[in-house]
């Protein structure tokens, strides 16, 4: 029995380190929406292509599942995980609780979060309240959020599942990045000296850089987001339709030129045609006065 026992003992510390080398060794990237389950494939090629000695894609494990996020929110049974990576989907509210649950996590177990999300997101007002009040000081821990956008001559593109979306979107987007800072200014001067780093070896004249700022105040002084708040949706609509009356007023009129500039030769016939009409006009109106004269 004895040696039963011990054998029982190895067999769970054994299995005890392996579950704690898996753990260890693997970093798990989690996003929480699934849609069509293409995100983990895209994640895995990022890291396929920009593996080096400190990151390699066998020590990275993507969490991406067909999963109920919300529901599991509830139920307090959300996967573990390292790193946050998603695109939330941008109807309805899940900005905002997607924004809720990425500094909740990052404040009670510095979890790091990075979110695509539209750049008018940093000037609603529940961000303000989310992030920058909320966020910022309080908690378990200190945070730092900053933001990533495309350069200004090379913006982010979509490819919408299902047909869905606009072909073109109708606003910019930016990446909404949280970090668990202990070093406080030197955190943000290491990340931002590496991300300059990584892309100023990798960039090309035609896509420009992207931007990095690590407050709302710097995102809006590098054009990543307008100081402005964004207009509600009947003042949008409005701004849409007369955008697009000026673009069907600007083609009738670009139309209107080429006719005539491209018409020259004919417009020339006309007139002429229209003098000799006027001739007869005129030669029938003295034959008239003769009839009269003779009756």
Same mark, same amino acid.
């Given at each position: 029995n004895r040696n039963d026992n011990k054998k029982n003992n190895s067999n769970k510390q054994q299995k005890g380190k392996q579950v704690s080398?898996? +753990?260890?060794?693997k970093t798990i990237v989690y996003d929480p929406?699934?849609?069509?389950g293409r995100a983990a494939i895209h994640l895995d090629g990022v890291f396929q292509r920009h593996k080096s000695k400190k990151i390699m894609p066998s020590t990275i494990r993507i969490q991406h599942e067909k999963r109920d996020f919300y529901s599991d929110i509830q139920q307090k049974c959300v996967p573990k995980y390292d790193i946050l990576i998603t695109n939330p989907p941008y109807s309805g509210n899940h900005k905002e609780r997607c924004l809720e649950f990425a500094i909740n996590q990052l404040k009670n177990h510095g979890r790091p979060f990075f979110l695509l999300m539209p750049n008018y997101i940093a000037m609603k007002e529940y961000f303000r309240k989310i992030v920058l =009040?909320?966020? &910022?000081? *309080?908690? *378990?821990?200190? &945070?730092?959020?900053?933001? &990533?956008?495309p350069s200004a001559n090379h913006s982010y593109e979509y490819e919408h599942? =299902? $047909?869905t979306g606009h072909k073109v979107s109708p606003f910019s987007s930016v990446w909404f990045c949280g970090l668990s800072s202990s070093g406080g200014t030197s955190d943000v001067k290491s990340v931002t000296g590496a991300f300059v780093k990584f892309h100023s070896s990798r960039s090309s004249s035609l896509t420009g850089m992207p931007r990095i700022a690590t407050s709302l105040q710097e995102l809006i002084r590098? #054009?990543?987001?307008?100081?402005e708040k964004r207009k509600n949706p009947r003042q949008r609509k409005k701004m849409r339709q007369q955008a697009m009356q000026r673009a069907n007023n600007a083609g009738?009129?670009?139309?209107?030129?080429g006719t005539v500039s491209s018409d020259k #030769?004919? $417009?020339?016939q006309k007139r +002429? *045609? &229209? $003098? @000799?009409?006027? $001739?007869?006009? @005129?030669? =029938?109106?003295?034959r008239q006065k003769k009839r009269r004269k003779s009756k």
């Open positions: 080398g898996d +753990k260890t060794d929406y699934y849609c069509t =009040e909320d966020g &910022i000081g *309080s908690g *378990s821990r200190k &945070i730092q959020t900053f933001y &990533i956008a599942p =299902e $047909g590098v #054009g990543g987001v307008s100081g009738v009129v670009g139309a209107g030129a #030769g004919g $417009g020339a +002429k *045609s &229209i $003098g @000799r009409g006027d $001739g007869h006009v @005129r030669d =029938e109106g003295k």
